[in-house]
């Protein structure tokens, strides 16, 4: 009589398979969070680097704000180009040669001949530098996504520590260049961020696995532009929201502090690093202060970005009026800043969300690159406009430079509530969008 042996039943490959993603997926997001991080940090560095050097070189604030033209002039057309290249070529492949663009930027401020560091010369640097930033941005956070999966919840919460960190990253990038340039000086200090950036390339070169996502050979450039009204409503307040900040904040603020108050470069790259901490901490906790309107049947629509924007052009309002009548100029210039901070943050979640929720999940990156693309224009035309109004207001009283360009933040502002008047408000039901602030600034 001959006995049959039924064999073990192997353990279930999909089960071995999807652990061994898991652990694959997770090594993953932590390499891209770190070339991220890495980027950001040095990001936030150079700027104060420049701002800072330049200025003590008797550059006037408009031929500071033009050293930046390029910067964000190449930030609208990595957006424009970069979710292209990202389908098409993969996310790695981007995600790597934004990382190689920082460093030949920083490569080209730190070995140049000093004599050479003209206004041209650094706005080419600047030009890679913008380049080098989107690149990254784009493809870690749209990695974010390919790594995490489909779970919400493990989406939401890679997601949200990806986007809380970077503008605390940011920030302590800003006092980092403000002390590099105290202790070592303008071209040492940018040694020293490109072998930052170096190792950050080399490390996830070589620890990463398998590809992030799949390049489609078939993308079209064409559908980076949106069809979509209520898309293309939000990237134009998004211009105006942006460039209510940057236009006191980037260029005129700091100068502020330095030129008026009297701050030293540390002290001043400090409070811009607080300060943008502070923000990114707000933004992150955006989520979760407005959690149960999100999660029931009244999530943010046009209405609430609306509120929001109105809201939001009273305090540069209050500190120009502070400043016209000599109130505390620090205490309300410092005060007003903090407060404008909290309230831009919510103005800045909302907008994320509704990018997601206006949009189709078959065209997310593409909606997303131009959502991004809208928010450089904005970035862009507030630096040029810091540095020109600034100027024009030096010639007018002591605090005329920030007086002039916190009235142009207002009317900004406006023109974000006004436009925003025209966005639908009710969503119409469909797979819940990932989470409030997860694409964050």
């Not at 997770?26 to 991220?36: D, E, P, Q």
């Amino acid at each position: 009589m001959t006995t049959t042996r039924t064999p073990q039943a192997p353990a279930p490959l999909g089960e071995a398979e999807a652990l061994a993603q898991r652990h694959t997926n997770l090594r993953n997001y932590v390499l891209v969070t770190f070339a991220y991080w890495a980027d950001t940090l040095t990001d936030g560095a150079i700027r104060m680097l420049v701002l800072f050097y330049f200025y003590q070189l008797g550059f006037t604030p408009l031929q500071v704000a033009s050293l930046f033209l390029f910067y964000e002039i190449f930030g609208i057309l990595t957006n424009l180009f970069g979710g292209y290249l990202g389908a098409r070529f993969g996310l790695k492949t981007t995600l790597f040669l934004g990382l190689g663009t920082q460093i030949f930027a920083l490569s080209l401020l730190a070995l140049a001949p000093p004599s050479l560091l003209v206004v041209p010369y650094v706005m080419l640097a600047q030009a890679f530098s913008g380049i080098a930033k989107d690149l990254t941005k784009m493809s870690s956070k749209s990695a974010v996504k390919l790594v995490a999966g489909e779970t919400q919840g493990q989406l939401y919460t890679w997601v949200s520590v990806l986007t809380g960190s970077k503008n605390a990253i940011k920030g302590v990038g800003f006092f980092l260049g403000a002390l590099l340039l105290t202790l070592i000086g303008f071209q040492l200090a940018m040694l020293v961020l490109a072998v930052l950036v170096l190792t950050a390339l080399v490390t996830t070169a070589l620890l990463m696995r398998g590809d992030l996502g799949t390049a489609n050979k078939k993308a079209k450039f064409t559908q980076m532009f949106s069809h979509n009204r209520a898309v293309n409503l939000l990237a134009a307040a998004r211009i105006f929201l942006f460039g209510a900040r940057d236009v006191w904040f980037v260029v005129a603020l700091p100068i502020f502090f330095v030129s008026v108050l009297g701050w030293d470069f540390w002290l001043a790259g400090g409070f811009m690093a607080a300060w943008t901490i502070g923000y990114g901490v707000v933004q992150a906790a955006t989520p979760r202060l407005i959690r149960r309107r999100v999660e029931g049947n009244h999530e943010p629509d046009g209405r609430t970005a609306t509120m929001l924007a109105f809201a939001l052009a009273l305090f540069p309002a209050a500190i120009a009026f502070a400043l016209m009548n000599a109130l505390a100029p620090a205490f309300s210039v410092v005060t007003g800043l903090i407060i404008f901070g909290i309230v831009f943050a919510f103005n800045s979640a909302v907008h994320s969300y509704l990018i997601l929720a206006y949009t189709d999940s078959d065209k997310v990156a593409m909606n997303v690159g131009f959502y991004y693309m809208a928010n450089a224009m904005g970035r862009l035309a507030g630096t040029v406009l810091s540095g020109l109004l600034y100027q024009i207001g030096m010639s007018l009283s002591t605090y005329g430079g920030l007086i002039i360009c916190l009235w142009a933040s207002v009317a900004f502002v406006l023109l974000a509530g006004l436009i925003s008047l025209l966005l639908p408000r009710h969503i119409a039901p469909r797979t819940r969008p990932l989470a409030l602030g997860d694409l964050g600034e």
